[in-house]
């Protein structure tokens, strides 16, 4: 199991102190598991990668409960039909990751290894679209799209801003807020 970003699984990596027990209610409810390691700060910790062909609802209602039962903070999941990873929380918010490939320049990302491949997972913003003068508020970033790249800008005077560059970056769908949630 190498293809992370397949579309047409889905699973759930783990890495924990009590992996015996989660793997253990995991045999149980059917899933099959792939032991694998992580490296993190020059330590290994052993990790385990979940997946069945269940639908997306019993895979995100399993990883909440193995979240409350066992107290962790969060847990990697992979939805079928999506392409993107994410990383979900006890309070079943989530954050979308990039998964990268035979890299691990940042040391502040846990490195995965399986099958001799490595790999890690960075988060990704959320993005949405102002659409209106009030969507603007003073001191939030936006990001514009000029010479073929996003450039942030803080909101400072929304009056003038909008008149004079919001208001054409919108018409051209030229700009984006990152989303707080």
């Not at 699984?9 to 059917?30: A, C, G, R």
């Not at 989530?94 to 995965?112: A, C, F, H, Q, V």
């Not at 003073?138 to 208001?167: A, P, S």
Request: proline residues 1%.
């Amino acid at each position: 199991m190498t293809n992370l970003e397949n579309k047409n699984i889905s699973f759930m990596l783990i890495s924990s102190s009590k992996l015996n027990d989660i793997t253990s209610i995991l045999y149980t409810k059917e899933y099959n598991i792939s032991y694998i390691k992580s490296f993190y700060k020059e330590k290994y910790e052993d990790c385990i990668i979940a997946y069945s062909d269940v639908d997306n609802d019993i895979l995100r209602s399993d990883v909440l409960f193995i979240l409350d039962h066992f107290d962790e903070s969060s847990i990697i999941i992979k939805y079928k039909n999506e392409e993107i990873v994410k990383k979900i929380f006890k309070n079943g918010s989530e954050k979308l990751l990039e998964t990268i490939m035979y890299d691990n320049n940042n040391d502040d990302d846990i490195l995965y290894i399986i099958n001799g491949i490595s790999f890690s997972f960075t988060e990704v913003a959320r993005y949405w679209i102002p659409t209106k003068k009030e969507d603007f508020k003073e001191g939030m970033t936006i990001e514009y799209f000029n010479n073929d790249k996003w450039n942030q800008i803080i909101v400072d005077n929304v009056d003038e801003e909008y008149e004079n560059l919001y208001k054409l970056l919108i018409k051209y769908n030229k700009i984006r807020a990152i989303s707080k949630f």
